[in-house]
């Protein structure tokens, strides 16, 4: 509880208000309790709470038989010793290739002419400048998208059974032959398109400037003679190629050991007859009065 002299200020005179009503009513309380003398007359007692019938006694449940024991499950087979792996033959090593011999020298290319000056072209106009386009407005920003959940590996699914055969189809009837169709109208002759209108006659374009005439070209040097080329030296004789060796015999792998036999199951002991279950007591009937005492 706050204790500030605001609470305080505002406390205080609530306490002497509830103070004051306290005093007027402990005294009108004994000035009305000198005033009336006559005893108030006693109150009725109450009925007497009827006893609740005895309750059944509850019924003996059957004891449960005993499960019966389970057999010993076989022991796994041993399983058979790999066979050791035959030690591979050491590869034979390759050849040594043989050396190649020299390309010849390239004959110098001769000189080529000198090509002619062509015209200046003639001086275009000047184009106009294009207006400025409008600068395009910002666009927003696109938010990122969620980063998706992973999914859940899928279970492999088992091999389904094999179909069963389907059985023969009976032969299918032929169809009847279809009617004719009848005839399909003519139809009519579209109006004729009317006359284009007569183009204009463009006019002559002015005549082409005259151009200078073209210088004549120079004769070409004749062509220098190529030297003559060396013969080709005669290449090696192959070697020839090591003998592979034998490979050795691979050795026989162990027979199987054969498989335990396994034991036959032992019957199982027949379940015992359950007994009937008892009969169970009538349940005692209840009054209305008892009803409405427990409120059903």
């Known amino acids: 509880m706050t204790t500030s002299p605001k609470w305080r200020s505002v406390l205080a005179p609530a306490a002497m208000a509830a103070a004051l009503a306290a005093a007027a009513l402990a005294s009108a309380g004994t000035a009305h309790a000198q005033d009336d003398t006559t005893p108030h007359p006693p109150y009725p007692a109450k009925p007497a709470h009827p006893a609740h019938g005895a309750k059944p006694a509850y019924p003996v449940h059957p004891e449960k038989p005993a499960y019966p024991v389970h057999p010993v499950k076989p022991a796994y087979p041993v399983h058979p010793v790999k066979p050791e792996y035959p030690v591979h033959p050491v590869k034979p090593e390759y050849p040594?290739?043989?050396?190649?011999?020299?390309?010849?020298?390239?004959?110098?290319?001769?000189?080529?002419?000198?090509?002619?000056?062509?015209?200046?072209?003639?001086?275009?106009p000047v184009k106009p400048d294009y207006p400025a386009k409008p600068a395009y407005p910002v666009k927003?920003?696109?938010?990122?998208?969620?980063?998706?959940?992973?999914y859940p590996?899928?279970?492999?699914?088992?091999?389904?059974?094999?179909?069963?055969?389907?059985?023969?189809?009976?032969?299918?009837?032929?169809?009847?032959?279809?009617?004719?169709?009848?005839?399909?109208?003519?139809?009519?002759?579209?109006?004729?398109?009317?006359?284009?209108?007569?183009?204009?006659?463009?006019?002559?374009?002015?005549?082409?400037?005259?151009?200078p005439a073209k210088p004549v070209k120079p004769e070409y040097p004749a062509k220098p003679a190529y030297p003559a080329k060396p013969v080709k030296p005669a290449y090696?004789?192959?070697?020839?190629?090591?003998?592979?060796?034998?490979?050795?015999a691979k050795p026989a792998y162990p027979a199987k050991p054969a498989h335990p036999v396994k034991p036959v199951k032992?019957?199982?002991?027949s379940k015992p007859v359950k007994p009937d279950h008892p009969k169970q007591p009538d349940k005692p009937k209840h009054s209305g009065h008892e009803k409405k005492q427990h409120g059903w």
């Open 153 to 211: 590996v899928k279970p492999v699914k088992p091999d389904y059974p094999a179909k069963p055969a389907y059985p023969v189809k009976p032969v299918k009837p032929d169809y009847p032959a279809k009617p004719a169709y009848p005839a399909k109208p003519v139809k009519p002759d579209y109006p004729a398109k009317p006359a284009y209108p007569v183009k204009p006659v463009k006019p002559d374009y002015p005549a082409k400037p005259v151009y």
């Open 236 to 248: 090696p004789a192959k070697p020839a190629h090591p003998v592979k060796p034998a490979y050795p």
């Open 96 to 124: 040594v290739k043989p050396v190649k011999p020299e390309y010849p020298a390239k004959p110098v290319k001769p000189e080529y002419p000198v090509h002619p000056v062509k015209p200046a072209y003639p001086v275009k």
């Open 266 to 269: 032992p019957d199982y002991p």
């Open 140 to 150: 927003p920003v696109k938010p990122d998208y969620p980063a998706k959940p992973a």
